[in-house]
């Protein structure tokens, strides 16, 4: 019997255009319901699928402190993230929440 091989599912591999970047952000946007470090996680792999050297040059940051403020295991500041948003061509929004 053959044995099966799986492999550890990397998102970065399937983020391959800016529509696919920004529909992933938004849809992890509304997942993170209030939780930073989840959607820093989020913009890590966007990160990632478009180069971190370069984004860190882009947003005028150093690759070490991208890596560790887009881990996930911290909340890095809005500063950063509007910088790393910035770098990657993206654009966030805001739009009335719906109410409950």
């Given at each position: 019997?053959?044995?099966?091989?799986?492999?550890?599912?990397?998102?970065?591999?399937?983020?391959?255009?800016?529509?696919?970047?920004?529909?992933?952000?938004?849809?992890?946007?509304?997942?993170?319901?209030?939780?930073?470090?989840?959607?820093?996680?989020?913009?890590?792999?966007?990160?990632?699928?478009r180069?971190?050297?370069?984004?860190?040059?882009?947003?005028?940051?150093?690759?070490?402190?991208?890596?560790?403020?887009?881990?996930?295991?911290?909340?890095?500041?809005?500063?950063?993230?509007?910088?790393?948003?910035?770098?990657?061509?993206l654009?966030?929004?805001?739009?009335?929440?719906?109410?409950?």
């Amino acid at each position: 019997m053959a044995k099966t091989v799986t492999t550890r599912y990397d998102v970065a591999e399937h983020l391959r255009t800016p529509e696919d970047m920004a529909a992933y952000l938004e849809a992890c946007m509304e997942e993170a319901h209030g939780d930073a470090a989840f959607v820093a996680k989020a913009l890590g792999n966007i990160t990632r699928a478009r180069g971190m050297s370069q984004v860190a040059r882009d947003a005028g940051l150093s690759r070490e402190s991208l890596y560790k403020a887009l881990s996930g295991d911290r909340t890095p500041s809005f500063e950063t993230i509007l910088k790393v948003v910035g770098a990657l061509g993206l654009r966030l929004h805001a739009e009335p929440a719906l109410k409950r």
